[in-house]
């Protein structure tokens, strides 16, 4: 299994105050991804990154922003959160993504409440 | 975009065999994976097809019809530890994975 960490696992805080979730990997995956999970929707993508600086949007993007300075991090930012993100995030690592089999591998998830 | 659907529940006894399908409509298709979720942990890795066919990995089979926009994925001899989750999830040609919402399979003795 990667070696992929998310913090912190659990979270509590208010409508409208800033919130950021970190992912940290020791396999130097190249792509990363972050995730909600809700009841009835499954997992859908926030953000991903294919490299250091390089990021793109996913399905849910709004709310949300990401940055990725280095290979091994990468933190999910909610600027003035809502209640509607309340969730269970997952980050996600994968290799090159581009040939064959390359599966996704999930952090331990964060449990983000949001009153 | 993707629309990947999948039932929502099934149940079935132990030793017993599963068969979870999964349909998808897509604008790029790249691979289709399936993942395992225990209540309250992560996805981990199951299966994987690109190509039509049948792929055995020990109790665990998943099959894939591209034309069909169809797969499922069978669980034999089923434990009480099969009790889980499980997400289809289909690749686009941008390598982004979509995922159907899951289906829980719950096993009784």
């Known amino acids: 299994d990667a070696g992929i960490t998310q913090s912190p696992r659990h979270k509590v805080t208010e409508t409208g105050t800033p919130v950021t979730l970190r992912c940290h990997q020791t396999e130097n995956h190249r792509y990363m991804y972050w995730y909600r999970q809700d009841p009835g929707h499954g997992l859908r993508l926030i953000h991903y990154s294919y490299g250091v600086k390089d990021t793109d949007k996913g399905e849910v993007s709004d709310g949300y922003s990401v940055s990725r300075s280095k290979t091994e991090d990468f933190l999910l930012t909610l600027e003035s959160a809502t209640s509607s993100q309340t969730s269970v995030y997952f980050c996600a690592t994968g290799t090159s993504g581009r040939i064959g089999l390359d599966e996704q591998y999930f952090g331990p998830g964060t449990r983000l409440t949001v009153t | 975009g993707q629309n990947i659907d999948q039932p929502t529940e099934m149940t079935a006894t132990e030793g017993a065999i599963v068969q979870i399908n999964c349909t998808y409509q897509t604008s790029g298709f790249n691979g289709l994976f399936w993942y395992q979720q225990h209540a309250g942990e992560a996805p981990t890795f199951l299966s994987y097809?690109?190509?039509?066919g049948l792929e055995e990995k020990g109790r665990f089979s998943s099959f894939l019809s591209r034309s069909k926009g169809y797969s499922y994925l069978l669980l034999k001899e089923l434990q009480m530890k099969d009790s889980a989750s499980y997400l289809c999830?289909?690749?686009?040609?941008?390598?982004?994975?979509?995922f159907g919402a899951g289906t829980t399979v719950t096993v009784r003795a």
């Open positions: 097809n690109v190509l039509d």
């Open positions: 999830a289909v690749r686009d040609t941008d390598y982004k994975l979509s």
